[in-house]
């Protein structure tokens, strides 16, 4: 059993509603406000404004697997809609300190996974049934693109991976999502 942080779990089932995020056992759930989301919209002003909003930008709900070596934990986030200044709705966005791949899977609405290596972008459309592949060394946001609809995906990764959000807040993400309209557009990070 040497390698674990925790002893082993034994097999067991996980049910999920991807119309509600619930997770069955459930695991901890984090909820993220405007206020949490410092530094990441380009409009640092209007986030002014509205960092106070008791407004659920987005939540995490996690199976009880932990985030260890050798285990698979998974998680369902739901984005809600909506934008500030015209900037999309996103996740905080991460890098993966352990370089490692994870998988996300489109469960209802519509959104997007942006990515970043550093110098080159990457931008995959995600809706029900869609999997995106994310690359080891690659940072990772998703955005909800509906102004409507809450976009909500099954998220599944290496439990010795880690994530590092200050990579973001110092790269940046090579791109931003912002409304055009009806639709969106990606617009270089620092316009």
Known sequence: MSGYATPPLRPFQITFDAATAVVDPAGP????????????????????????????????????????????????????????????????????????????????????????????????????????YIPPGWAHRSVNVSADEPY??????PGSAGHDYQWVLDHGMGARAVRLGDAFELVPYGG
Do not use: C
Request: hydrophobic share 35%; proline share 7%.
């Open 152 to 157: 909500r995906f099954l998220a599944v990764y």
């Open 29 to 132: 759930v984090l909820t993220r406000r405007m206020a949490d989301l410092e530094g990441l919209f380009r409009d640092q002003r209007a986030w002014q404004e509205l960092r106070g909003s008791e407004k659920v930008v987005y939540s995490v709900h996690s199976s009880p697997v932990p985030e260890t070596p050798r285990e698979l934990p998974q998680s369902i986030t739901t984005i809600s809609p909506g934008e500030l200044s015209g900037e999309l709705f996103m996740t905080k966005g991460h890098q993966h300190p352990d370089p490692q791949g994870e998988i996300y899977l489109g469960l209802t609405g519509t959104g997007g996974l942006l990515l970043f290596d550093g110098a080159e972008h990457a931008w995959l459309d995600m809706s029900p049934g869609t999997i995106g």
